[in-house]
């Protein structure tokens, strides 16, 4: 059985997004106010569709250099629980691609990636058709960072 994944790209990495997910993609110019006071995750916040959105630099919350500053955002927004929609900030769309459940796997936890949730962040990859590594996202991580124990209780069990 194959899921529609949107691939995108932060640096080098192509990242995969259940479109079950996403509320809505934009390639536009935005204008984007910065908040004092946010996690350095938040570059500001955007008006997109008649909604005002938080919106996070995927480059830095996934601990890289932060975005190069153009003229033109490539912003996927989503609603990450009830009542908040965020939104995020990808260096490029690629475009969808059908991605078979059996061929992802657990992604490997040994790469210092605890720190920030990024285990959970990006908890599975697969291979794409042209052989890249995908590491596919679970969008209900995006704005938590503090690290979170199994043993208490935040954490979903299968």
């Not at 908040?84 to 769309?93: E, F, K, P």
């Not at 042209?130 to 995006?142: A, G, P, Q, V």
């Amino acid at each position: 059985m194959n899921t529609e994944y949107l691939i995108a790209r932060i640096g080098k990495i192509k990242i995969g997004i259940d479109c079950h997910d996403i509320l809505n993609v934009y390639r536009q110019k935005l204008k984007i106010t910065p908040v004092s006071n946010q996690d350095p995750i938040y570059i500001g916040i955007t008006s997109l569709a008649g909604n005002t959105l938080p919106v996070i630099d995927l480059r830095i919350r996934a601990r890289l250099e932060p975005a190069a500053a153009t003229d033109t955002h490539h912003i996927i927004t989503f609603q990450t629980s009830m009542t908040l929609q965020l939104a995020i900030l990808v260096d490029d769309i690629i475009g969808m691609e059908g991605i078979n459940l059996n061929n992802t796997q657990k992604a490997n936890s040994n790469l210092h990636n605890k720190n920030y949730n990024l285990n959970l962040l990006f908890p599975t990859i697969a291979i794409l058709k042209d052989k890249s590594l995908l590491h596919i996202i679970d969008s209900t991580y995006l704005d938590k960072l503090e690290p979170i124990a199994e043993d208490s209780g935040e954490l979903e069990m299968f």
